[in-house]
């Protein structure tokens, strides 16, 4: 794996979440976005496309989802992404329709790291609810 790789993949493994509500700590999702390809930085018009197209599959699917956020620590980077109830396989074929390193699954409030295109092994984070970040309202981040 390249040195870009790598930081990518200790990134993600940083990751918080903001969301409107808390998640019942029963549910098991996953955490899908369509932002930045392959790690490749996109513009922020470039990636709303992507995340309509997102959200169109997800719709066409049929699962229930729900919009959050994806966030650095310092909040200097920020994903849309959704909360999808799909298991755990299915959720990692969408990631790789989208292009994506690497996708979130939680069960039962444990968060694990899954790889969709990185070579990497999955590993789990800890609590899901120990990272979450309730905000009255999602951020803007089209700008």
């Not at 993949?9 to 955490?31: K, N």
């Not at 849309?80 to 396989?89: E, F, H, N, P």
């Not at 295109?117 to 009255?136: I, Q």
Request: hydrophobic fraction near 40%; aromatic fraction near 10%; proline fraction near 5%.
């Amino acid at each position: 794996m390249s040195t870009a790789n790598e930081h990518f993949w200790q990134c993600y493994q940083q990751t918080q979440f903001l969301l409107t509500q808390p998640f019942s700590p029963s549910l098991s999702f996953a955490i899908i976005t369509a932002h930045n390809p392959k790690g490749q930085h996109l513009s922020p018009s470039q990636n709303r496309l992507l995340d309509k197209q997102l959200q169109r599959h997800i719709q066409r699917l049929q699962y229930p989802y729900r919009a959050l956020i994806g966030a650095s620590s310092d909040r200097g980077h920020m994903e849309k992404s959704w909360a999808v109830s799909i298991d755990k396989a299915a959720a990692v074929d969408l990631g790789k329709v989208f292009n994506q390193n690497a996708i979130y699954f939680v069960d039962k409030d444990e968060l694990q790291l899954v790889p969709c295109l990185a070579a990497y092994d999955e590993v789990t984070l800890g609590k899901f609810s120990a990272r979450v970040c309730l905000v009255s309202e999602l951020p803007d981040i089209s700008r």
